[in-house]
């Protein structure tokens, strides 16, 4: 080869060299983006709300007629007896008026007591009935004949009407109780206008704790005003107001997770009833929103809970233990279409999926994905059909 054509293969070898480095750098930078796995696992489908606690059973104790209340000794958390007095009241002497009023009132009282008394037999023979046929439900089941879902129906609705039944007998007693007080109050109130030194006594009508003092010091009080609220702090319910559009989708029966209460684990409850109707609500940015109460009853011990404490609650909708799931944020929507950006050889390309349950942080995918595939999580607008990433981390 002659020195010439040496050094030309030379000049030709450096500049394909350059070129190539050139082009080395002039490539884009892959862009690092975090990137999940996609996995089998777990996924719960829930409606989160904040609710409340709430003694099931409570009952305001009323100044049965017009008068002066004397200062009433009891404090919050105090223990009463059933029959107990709890307050002393001096009644004002009634002209015609107020005694005709008194008496409608011990009318009224009765017509309530033999209503009160029409539901606790109703409450009664309604979980008889529920209470055979949770028996043949379990006799159907053992033999195989019945799903292990309608023995839990029926062992659910039987739970249910006991303590639909045992509401009703609170309601019984409190109900004689307030006709008891009724006829008190006017029987007091005619010795007053006799004699002027009548004294009317307040009686509790169940046993349990003060919740509540209403009145604290000596005054003159028109009929019906609260003077206490008393109940069992150990019998409570969860109460969880739901947007209606959330409401619609929860129903007896459903599993509720008590969380953020205090405590170091999830409390399980049921939902059992939700009220047939809602209310008005104004958010906490000024939007009114339409708002349903739900009820549910604990199932583990609800611990040091008691009147009116916060807790967090998860309605549970749907669960399964082995799902296709993929993390929420690696999702996003183009026109009607869900998609993912999955990595491939260094590179991303947009892949259309098809999704199911929705959870907290994952979503179920019923196509487009396969376990093992690598999707970015957090898809920036930088994203494109083919361009070139790096993994910073992979979850």
Known sequence: MTPHRSKRWAWLVALAIGIALLALALRPTPLPVDVARIEIGPLMETVDEEGMTRVRDRFVVTAPVAGEVLRIPLMEGDVVALGQTVAKLKPVPLDARDRTQAEARVAQAADVLRVANANFAQATASLDQANRT???????????????????????????????????????????HDLEAARAALLAAGQSMSNGTAML?????????????????????????????????????IVVDLLSTDAVKVQPGDTMLIEAWGGPRTLQGRLRTVEP??????????????????????????????????VEVRVVLWRADSVLKAPASALFRLDEQWFAFVVEGGRVRPRPVTLGHRGEFDTEVLGGLAVGDLVVRHPSDKLKDGIRVRAVDIR
């Not at 046993?207 to 609260?226: C, D, F, K, M, S």
């Not at 906490?284 to 009853?297: F, K, M, S, Y």
């Open 277 to 310: 109707s809602g209310f008005t609500k104004v958010s906490a940015l000024g939007v009114e929103e339409q708002r349903v109460n739900v009820i549910g009853d604990f199932l583990d011990d609800a611990g040091g809970l008691g009147d009116r404490y916060r």
């Open 134 to 176: 949770r028996e043949r439900a379990e006799s159907l089941a053992v033999r195989g004949l019945l799903s292990a879902e309608d023995r839990e129906q029926a062992e659910l609705t039987a739970t249910n009407l006991v303590r639909e039944r045992e509401a009703a007998e609170f309601k019984v007693k409190a109900a004689a």
């Open 201 to 237: 006594t307040v009686r509790s009508p169940v046993a349990g704790r003060v919740l509540r003092v209403v009145e604290q010091g000596e005054r003159v009080v028109p009929a019906g005003t609260p003077l206490l609220e008393l109940g069992n702090p150990k019998r409570i319910e």
